[in-house]
Antibody, heavy 119, light 110 residues
Framework: QVQLQESGPGLVKPSETLSLTCTVS?????????WGWIRQPPGRGLEWIGS???????FYNPSLKSRVTISVDTSKNQFSLKLYSVTAADTATYYC????????????WGQGTLVTVSS | QSALTQPPSASGSPGQSVTISCTGT?????????VSWYQHHPGKAPKVMIY???KRPSGVPDRFSGSKSGNTASLTVSGLQAEDEADYYC??????????FGTGTKVTVL
């Protein structure tokens, strides 16, 4: 069973960079899947942030593209999210997930981590 | 890309059926047969219940079914059970390796 676990600071100051890591177990991150980040602001719905394919190609939500980077560390079987110049609107629970490349859906998710943007 | 539109809430008594709609555009729901549905119990990892409009992953009860007509997809939960009470989100492929999620529906089992 594939497992994903998010980790990172729970509090980030405005204008700084939000950095999260997702550790993947029981599945090589180099396998033919894609790896994504999704977030949920308090009281609101899910929002796709971006995805990285096993080839290293990345795709980002157009509304966040200028502030987001997703990268992978194959030696640690991890992938990471960086969101730059954060504001209070970026306060959310952040989820990492594995995507099924043939059918375009996320089949395994982490439990999520709450990140609050506040001074 | 705008969020897909779902009703904020839906409810039914145990044993009844509830149907949730998910309305998008021809650029997402209407343009691709890649609609998925996720069940989310707060504090837990979301779980995929339907993919490719109507396919069920292994282990998902056949009480859950999906369909699509034009720009609107639907999830039906038949024979409602207490454990079905959760938030449900639809998602659609939106082209160019982009995804869009729905606004979410809270299902209450009365």
């Amino acid at each position: 069973q594939v497992q994903l676990q998010e980790s990172g600071p729970g509090l980030v100051k405005p204008s700084e960079t939000l950095s999260l890591t997702c550790t993947v177990s029981s599945n090589s991150i180099s396998s033919t899947y894609y790896w994504g980040w999704i977030r949920q602001p308090p009281g609101r719905g899910l929002e796709w942030i971006g995805s990285m394919y096993h080839s290293g190609t990345t795709f980002y939500n157009p509304s966040l593209k200028s502030r987001v980077t997703i990268s992978v560390d194959t030696s640690k079987n991890q992938f990471s999210l960086k969101l730059y110049s954060v504001t209070a609107a970026d306060t959310a629970t952040y989820y990492c997930a594995r995507g099924n490349a043939n059918d375009y859906y996320f089949d395994f998710w982490g439990q999520g981590t709450l990140v609050t943007v506040s001074s | 890309q705008s969020a897909l539109t779902q009703p904020p809430s839906a409810s039914g008594s145990p044993g009844q059926s509830v149907t949730i709609s998910c309305t998008g555009t021809s650029s997402d729901v209407g343009g691709y047969n890649f609609v998925s549905w996720y069940q989310h119990h707060p504090g837990k990892a979301p779980k995929v219940m339907i993919y490719e409009v109507s396919k069920r992953p292994s282990g998902v009860p056949d009480r859950f079914s999906g369909s699509k007509s034009g720009n609107t997809a639907s999830l039906t939960v038949s024979g409602l059970q207490a454990e079905d009470e959760a938030d449900y989100y639809c998602s659609s492929y939106a082209g160019s390796n982009n995804f869009v999620f729905g606004t979410g529906t809270k299902v209450t089992v009365l």
